[in-house]
């Protein structure tokens, strides 16, 4: 199957290139998708492995790369990192633009059951299922060796993409996940929105419910949470997970992070921790003992 | 002299905290200033020497801290680094917004002399004169350690300001900085809008009619320029800069970044190398001999 993509922009930093891409993608059905990847250098001598980053409310595929600090990690431990945008956009849904936390830039990592937003809002299958495809078809990449982490809204993205398909991502982490929707009215909005009113349906998009029901599935999850971020007590809710992995013994590194927020000044901050983590999984040869 | 300021924002990062602050300004005409600081975590033990960032067209005072990265080195070299605004705001002259190059967020760095710019438009004493005294009067510094750098029309800012203050500040430097206005289109319409058409007058804000006129300086002055700079041929013209200090003896390392262009990819790739740079001048005791 061809994924052919058309590049928009490209700028060198740290030795590696940020570039944006847009697709015309058949899971968004048939929108324009736009994202962002960070191609380190060694990818003109090897095949690098993939980390996926999942952004948060009211963000983009460009959020990330402006704000991070990401180059120059991708560039040191040579990993692509992609970007994907955080909804369909111009779909033609009507009001799909009214609310920062519904529709569009908050489309929750869903596969959405409700009309109108099941002919478009499918961003689970696209992170998870096209936008590999995509990678693997135009990018250098070694396909056995991907990972995923995500802040807020994205990093409850990740924990589910990696949740539901464990082996599918060497590791996963997260920035103040929301990691337990089902409990937090943002979560609640999404999962009513995009799933309808069947609560047991939204249990399979929960970090939180899938780790009741399926126990450990990594070796250990890296989670790093702000104490002043104004959303930890009521939509957070880190501590839910926290008892679920405990409960199920599933490895949690879960860092409270003295005195951080919620934005790109606590995430830089500690985002090379999290390229030293992934890079330690994604540096294991699978099936090394072979 | 009382300098009250009242703070905005704060955020913790790599140990620093991110601080916006606005002040009512006499010297802008008594309009409200904002500027942002990156406080390191040593001044809570001594005082920190400052370094002042000048940023570029169509940027504010919070440009510099949401993309260069900043805040870690900040952090590591224990420097107090201070981002001005790039003009005054909401004077009420009637067109102030309108021209992306000229009014508001184009300040240009010069005392204005032609009405009705000349009641407000006074960036180069704002920077060299009333925010030290603001700066001194409530944080934690040494007041005979500061230095200076910027990017674009700031890195003009930055050249002109210590060119024509070499006392006051340790060292200069600058990413891809308008280094010759007067024989530049966007140099040109900013310095006869705010100074009339007396060519002779504009030549005082005009680093390399400086460096001309008055001779070497410092021991020496960093400038990064990236190749794929879109504005390096006809706007910038680092290479009459580099000129005029070869034809007067004022040492210049130049830089020229293969393939990087003229925005924050670019700065923040080499951000670090001018912490250290100016870091280097600002560890010096002054006066150290006696």
Redesign the interface.
């Given at each position: 199957m061809q994924h052919s993509i058309d590049q928009l922009s490209s700028?060198?930093?740290?030795?590696a290139t940020?570039e944006r891409y847009s697709h015309v993608s058949p899971t968004l059905g048939n929108t324009l998708a736009k994202f962002h990847v960070i191609v380190p250098p060694q990818i003109k001598h090897r095949k690098v492995p993939v980390l996926y980053f999942l952004a948060g409310l009211t963000c983009n595929d460009e959020t990330f790369v402006?704000?991070s600090?990401a180059?120059?990690y991708a560039a040191f431990y040579g990993i692509l990192v992609v970007c994907p945008d955080t909804s369909p956009r111009d779909t033609g849904i009507e009001g799909e633009d009214r609310e920062y936390n519904f529709g569009s830039s908050a489309g929750f990592y869903v596969n959405a059951t409700t009309h109108p937003w099941n002919k478009y809002y499918h961003m689970f299958d696209y992170v998870t299922k096209e936008l590999p495809q995509v990678i693997y078809s135009n990018f250098n990449v070694d396909s056995n060796r991907q990972s995923i982490f995500g802040h807020s809204m994205g990093g409850h993205g990740a924990l589910i993409c990696a949740l539901k398909n464990p082996t599918q991502y060497l590791s996963v982490s997260a920035f103040a996940p929301v990691s337990n929707p089902v409990n937090c009215s943002f979560g609640r909005k999404c999962l009513r929105g995009y799933l309808g009113n069947d609560k047991e349906s939204w249990k399979q998009y929960d970090a939180t419910e899938l780790i009741r029901e399926n126990g450990p599935q990594f070796p250990d999850i890296l989670i790093d949470q702000?104490t002043?971020d104004p959303f930890l007590k009521d939509q957070l809710l880190v501590e839910n997970f926290q008892k679920a992995c405990q409960s199920v013994g599933q490895n949690l590194t879960l860092r409270m992070q003295q005195?951080?927020?919620h934005?790109?000044?606590?995430i830089?901050?500690f985002i090379h921790d999290h390229f030293a983590y992934h890079n330690l999984a994604l540096s294991q040869k699978p099936n090394a003992s072979i």
């Open positions: 700028s060198k930093c740290f030795g940020v402006l704000y600090g180059q120059r702000g002043l005195d951080y927020d934005e790109y000044n606590f830089s901050t």
